[in-house]
């Protein structure tokens, strides 16, 4: 198995979380440096086309994206511990919290939206970083109201068990604390993600403890 990966890339961040959960350590691994452009590079699109971190290829050369289908797919081939729980209803309600993350908040705030914010739009870094903060805070202070209200809530997102939601949760938090968003008014993510950071699964997957980081 061989993961490419970058520090920074929050999806990535989510797959070095699962990896440690499960006890499973890549073959190789690859880091492809979003902000000098590698992941632009031909090689690169020629194995994953989207351009996006992470890629995870298999033994047998075949390639996964997207961070979600890798845990998944991670949480399926090494079923213990398990990252989903096993109720529907649960199992619904986990996926719920994590979507909201990898697909309401990540994807607006991600380095390429950014990017075209001030490269082709000409935002300065001010309207860009008013933009973070903006929809920052629409999906926190949504997902906060969940998570306060639900008695579903334990000491992690559901119960007093990681699963996927937490995974999606602290490094979207670390990207929050990155640009300086004050995390006041979300007293239960920020009680979860510190929680979550006590945890070796999620310590040792930190952007600053990778090998690329800067």
Same mark, same amino acid.
């Given at each position: 198995?061989? =993961?490419?990966?970058?520090?920074?890339? %929050?999806?990535? &961040?989510?797959?070095?979380?699962?990896?440690?959960?499960?006890?499973?350590?890549?073959?190789?691994?690859?880091?492809?440096? =979003?902000?000098?452009?590698?992941? *632009?590079?031909?090689? &690169?699109?020629?194995?994953?086309?989207?351009? =996006?971190?992470?890629?995870?290829?298999?033994?047998?050369?075949?390639?996964?994206?997207?961070? =979600?289908?890798?845990?998944? &797919?991670?949480?399926?081939?090494?079923?213990?511990?398990?990252?989903?729980?096993?109720?529907?209803?649960? *199992?619904? *309600?986990?996926?719920?919290?994590?979507? %909201?993350?990898?697909? $309401?908040?990540?994807?607006?705030?991600?380095?390429?939206?950014?990017? +075209?914010?001030?490269?082709?739009?000409?935002?300065?870094?001010?309207?860009?970083?008013?933009?973070?903060? +903006?929809?920052?805070?629409?999906?926190?202070?949504?997902? $906060?109201?969940?998570?306060?209200?639900?008695?579903?809530?334990?000491? +992690?997102?559901?119960?007093?068990?990681?699963?996927?939601?937490?995974?999606?949760?602290?490094?979207?938090?670390?990207?929050?604390?990155?640009?300086?968003?004050?995390?006041?008014?979300?007293?239960?993510?920020?009680?979860?993600?510190?929680?979550?950071?006590?945890?070796?699964?999620?310590?040792?997957?930190?952007?600053?403890?990778?090998?690329?980081?800067?």
């Amino acid at each position: 198995m061989k =993961l490419y990966d970058y520090f920074r890339s %929050s999806a990535a &961040y989510r797959v070095r979380i699962a990896l440690n959960f499960k006890g499973l350590t890549p073959d190789d691994r690859a880091f492809v440096h =979003l902000r000098m452009g590698n992941q *632009r590079a031909q090689d &690169y699109l020629t194995l994953n086309p989207q351009g =996006l971190v992470p890629a995870f290829e298999l033994d047998d050369h075949r390639v996964l994206t997207q961070s =979600l289908a890798i845990i998944e &797919y991670l949480n399926e081939i090494r079923p213990e511990p398990a990252l989903l729980p096993d109720m529907p209803e649960a *199992r619904a *309600r986990v996926r719920a919290i994590a979507l %909201s993350i990898a697909c $309401e908040i990540h994807p607006l705030n991600n380095l390429r939206v950014l990017n +075209y914010l001030t490269g082709t739009l000409g935002a300065t870094d001010e309207q860009k970083n008013g933009w973070y903060r +903006y929809w920052i805070d629409v999906g926190f202070e949504a997902l $906060e109201r969940q998570l306060a209200r639900n008695r579903e809530t334990g000491t +992690y997102c559901h119960g007093d068990t990681p699963t996927l939601a937490d995974i999606c949760l602290v490094p979207q938090l670390a990207n929050a604390r990155r640009f300086k968003i004050d995390l006041t008014p979300y007293p239960t993510l920020v009680r979860i993600e510190a929680a979550c950071n006590k945890l070796p699964a999620f310590a040792l997957a930190a952007p600053a403890r990778q090998p690329d980081a800067e």
